[in-house]
């Protein structure tokens, strides 16, 4: 099990106060969904923790360990950046290829390739891709090796239906396996169907952190959408 530690994160970006105080203990494995509008922190938080933002103050530990200036801990991470860069004049396979080489790790890609579709496109040209192809390159280079823990950003974004149904699918499994997961997503429905708790981020502090059913009695709300709403105007 992976237990993972924030206390009192600030972070700013010259003036732009975005991470105000956060803490929270991932004290349990399973689907955690990062909520919150858009340019509220979710993605400098994940990336804070993976140690791509510098917090100026406040401390992250994952099994009791520190991660500043301890590089290691990364090796246990999967990580969906928002935003992929590819190198553009690479095929698909040969992408795939050069990051099992850097790694010296041969990634399970077979069923991530059926599951995502990429067949069609293994020779194609990355710069060529659809968004949500590129989407599903991305989320296979992610997934292709197992570990404790997972950042998800944005996972869905720009897929289609049956490609989001298979990464459900995927979650579940992982969730399944005891694997500490955690999502940033804009869909509601996809937090009903999954997640064992919610965190949310407002104006660079935690909002709220704990299980959905809490978070609609909170606000006697019928559906999770009304009581974020409720949250929202609180
Ligand atoms: N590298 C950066 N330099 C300057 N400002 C940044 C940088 N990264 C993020 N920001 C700002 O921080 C705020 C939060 O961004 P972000 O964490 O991406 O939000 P979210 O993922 O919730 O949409 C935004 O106002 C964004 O413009
Ligand atoms: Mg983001």
Redesign the pocket.
Known sequence: MSKLVIRELHKA??K?Q?LKGIDLDFSSNGIWTIL??????????IKAILGM?IPDSGNISINGETITNNWKYKDKISYLP?IAHFPDNLTVNELLKMIQELRNRTGSLESLIKEFDLKPFLNTKIDTLSGGTKQKLNLSIALMYKNPIYLL?EPTVGLDPIAVINLKKILRKLKREGKLIII?THIIPLVEELTDKIIF?LEGKIKFCGLKAQLQQNYSSKSLEESIAALLQD
Do not use: I, W, Y
């Not at 919150?36 to 938080?45: H, Q």
């Open positions: 970006f010259s732009n975005v919150g509008p858009n340019a509220s922190g979710k993605t400098t938080l933002v928002q950003d940033t981020l």
